[in-house]
């Protein structure tokens, strides 16, 4: 207690010691970073777009048959109010889309991709289904399950690690061993095996790559337990009676749990990936939900174009992998400069 | 050291148990029809699947069933694999090769490109070349798979029609199924050459160009990246700088001193690119219709071919551990300060 104060007291009477977050060693490290910069304003782009996918397909709203407009109460005439930010419909679906707003509307239900008009901004894909929503919603789809397997493999990680850390012996040795399995396993091909046992929903991949996510991450915190377990004020706890539950939460966890939360976080960008690769093979979302994968997918049967016009239907294949590259080159860039200002040797 | 490879070896029967019960868990998920689905054959025995049920002991507990598929492994029976509608060893003996020279052909390219380029970063640090390499590094790093693979094949196949899908041409494919041509060792560059037959072996080429470029672009990019951040590392020790002082030429120095101290953690990376390769090829296999490993396990996969995944699964563990094994193995003869004990 008198320490701390002490040390408290110290930073108050020199000035120089108190720095804001800004200008912190590690932000100014990063500030430096130009890639890093580029990463950061991609991402912040594809959040605006993902919170913002109602307002900013509101034309395609008003302007296509779709049930998204119904299931939010409105009209075609009060289609509009989803740009209104004094109108309910505004918030809703921002916060609480209905379930249908994530179906691609479709200009007809010609097999035919259709080029870019007036009613579809950047063309039709196969089945008419409108590229520019189904871009603009499935940066949602894209975060909510990078998001959900990262945090739910994160979760399992980390009670997993710290058992396997903090005890040791025969406990640790078997799930070590299970984590060497699942290593071997080839992932892809067992990830497709359930998603086809479980039946083809977005729900059902997610499942199906949250059973891999968290071997990585437990094995990474065992370690980093094994670390910080050998420092010395582990041993003062533990000298003053702190018993092992204590031990783990209080004093070892929240010293290594850190740096997993943030390696962790960036590996969104290589989940969304893997969802995009299964979504592509058939095994994502049902057919019209807003995914870049199926939509790559979708664009398997027109991509060779015509006889003598090879680029024919260049837009059903460009628009959705340029996305995806776009989104995944957003996390890598802002992941190297994180990985970059973390690490200490540098 | 012999220890070290004895204890990596004694894992191998743990990863082949945990894989296969871990796969017939999973069937358990479905119902005893659909689990016999996979060893229908015919309409007659589709009529009758009852008695499939009953022979394979379908309805009885995941004991039973692991059971009754061990003892069929033992007897050197892998199943009948729906997906190629031949027997599973026999998918595996045509399309293991196929896999391997592709997974070869990527390795080599994948390593030399990977060293040269992050070692010329490295060494020009900041320069133009690392600026360069840097970006078109972590772009292809950024790529997914199944992108880049099509955008190849809409130019490349689609646009300019340079190069094919498959294996070889449809004319070639019927020559070499002829009993004239005779297969020496599966693999088709090597066959082609010793039947004497150059058409086949450039038509054989031809069409792993793309999943090669595809492989090797994705592929590398890791390795650039670590390569870089590897020798940057070692080029500031203490004996980069004495070797320096003595005098010794630039050149020298970096070639003789540092090169081969930064290039240890790209051998335990070699391993890591093995399994990469491993789950490359399902989707690379599969765009560009390669009649491989990878595109027969993503069949399998869709179709719950249960004897080809469970074979499949098998094998990709084997060759995982023993790759990781070969690289540690490697790592500790070329670094004698690495010892296992």
């Given at each position: ?34 890639l ?300 190297d ?10 | ?107 080599i390219p994948t390593m030399l490109l990977g060293v040269w380029l992050g070692s010329a970063s490295a060494l020009n640090r900041d320069g133009f070349i690392d600026q360069v390499s840097r970006i078109t590094s972590i772009f292809f790093w ?74 090797v672009a994705i592929q590398s990019a890791q390795i650039v990246r670590i390569m870089r951040s590897s020798l940057l590392d070692t080029l500031t020790q203490?004996?980069v700088?004495?070797a320096r002082?003595?005098?010794l030429a630039e050149s020298i120095v970096n070639r003789k001193h540092a090169l081969r101290n930064a290039i240890i953690p790209i051998i335990?990376l070699g391993?890591?690119t ?68």
């Amino acid at each position: 207690m008198d320490i701390s104060s002490q040390s408290v007291s110290a930073q108050l009477a020199n000035p120089k010691v108190k720095k804001t977050w800004w200008q912190s060693k590690a932000m100014r490290r990063f500030r430096r970073n130009p890639l890093g910069i580029v990463g950061f304003v991609i991402l912040v782009g594809f959040i605006f777009i993902s919170l913002f996918a109602g307002p900013l397909t509101s034309n395609q709203l008003v302007n296509y048959r779709n049930n998204c407009v119904r299931d939010l109460g409105l009209s075609r005439s009060t289609v509009t109010d989803v740009q209104n930010p004094l109108k309910m419909a505004f918030w809703r679906i921002i916060f609480a889309p209905p379930n249908s707003c994530f179906n691609m509307p479709r200009d007809g239900f010609s097999e035919v991709p259709k080029p870019p008009s007036e009613l579809s901004i950047l063309g039709t894909t196969s089945g008419g289904y409108d590229i520019y929503y189904g871009l603009i919603w499935g940066a949602r789809t894209a975060f909510y399950g990078g998001i959900i397997v990262t945090g739910f493999g994160l979760l399992v990680g980390i009670i997993i690690g710290s058992i396997s850390g903090y005890f040791g012996g025969w406990i640790d040795t078997l799930i070590m061993r299970i984590i060497d399995v699942i290593f071997a396993i080839p992932g892809l091909v067992l990830s497709m095996v359930i998603v086809t046992i479980l039946g083809q929903s977005l729900r059902n991949v997610i499942i199906a790559l949250s059973i891999f996510a968290w071997a990585g991450y437990a094995r990474f915190l065992r370690g980093e337990i094994l670390r910080v377990r050998e420092l010395d004020f582990v041993d003062g706890a533990k000298a003053l009676g702190a018993r092992s539950p204590r031990l783990i939460f209080r004093h070892v966890l929240p010293n290594s749990i850190g740096s997993l939360i943030i390696l962790a976080s960036l590996d969104i960008g290589t989940i969304v990936l893997s969802v995009a690769a299964l979504s592509f093979l058939g095994l994502g979302a049902p057919a019209g939900y807003a995914d870049w994968g199926q939509m790559v997918n979708f664009a398997r049967g027109w991509m060779l174009g015509l006889p003598g016009q090879p680029f024919a239907y260049w837009y059903v294949i460009f628009w959705p992998s340029f996305i995806i590259v776009l989104f995944v080159l957003g996390w890598n860039l802002l992941g190297d400069a994180v990985r970059d200002v973390l690490d200490v040797r540098s | 050291m012999f220890v070290f490879i004895v204890r990596r070896l004694l894992f191998l029967p743990v990863v082949f148990f945990g894989v296969t019960l871990f796969i017939i868990l999973l069937m358990q998920f479905l119902s005893p029809t659909q689990r016999a689905a996979t060893y229908v054959r015919s309409e007659a025995q589709l009529r009758n699947i009852d008695a499939i049920i009953e022979q394979y002991g379908l309805n009885k507990g995941p004991h039973v069933q692991y059971w009754n598929w061990l003892k069929q492994v033992g007897q050197g029976n892998w199943g009948f694999s729906k997906a190629t509608g031949e027997p599973v060893w026999a998918s595996f003996k045509r399309r293991f090769p196929a896999t391997l020279e592709l997974a070869i052909l990527s390795f080599i390219p994948t390593m030399l490109l990977g060293v040269w380029l992050g070692s010329a970063s490295a060494l020009n640090r900041d320069g133009f070349i690392d600026q360069v390499s840097r970006i078109t590094s972590i772009f292809f790093w950024s790529l997914p798979v199944f992108v880049l693979a099509i955008w190849l094949l809409v130019i490349f196949y689609g646009g300019l029609g340079w190069f094919g899908l498959g294996q070889v041409t449809t004319a070639h494919s019927l020559e070499i199924i002829k009993p004239e041509f005779q297969r020496y060792t599966g693999f088709m560059t090597i066959d082609s050459l010793l039947n004497i037959r150059f058409d086949i072996f450039l038509d054989v080429i031809n069409h792993m160009v793309l999943p090669i470029v595809t492989l090797v672009a994705i592929q590398s990019a890791q390795i650039v990246r670590i390569m870089r951040s590897s020798l940057l590392d070692t080029l500031t020790q203490d004996f980069v700088r004495t070797a320096r002082a003595k005098g010794l030429a630039e050149s020298i120095v970096n070639r003789k001193h540092a090169l081969r101290n930064a290039i240890i953690p790209i051998i335990t990376l070699g391993g890591f690119t093995i399994v990469g390769l491993l789950n490359g090829v399902v989707i690379t296999e599969t765009v560009f219709a390669y009649p491989g490993m990878g595109k027969w396990l993503a069949d399998a996969a869709v179709q719950l071919d249960t004897a080809s995944v469970m074979a499949g699964a098998v094998f990709t563990g084997i060759l995982v551990v023993l790759a990781n094994m070969l690289a540690d193995v490697l790592y500790a003869v070329i670094d004698p300060r690495i010892r296992y004990n």
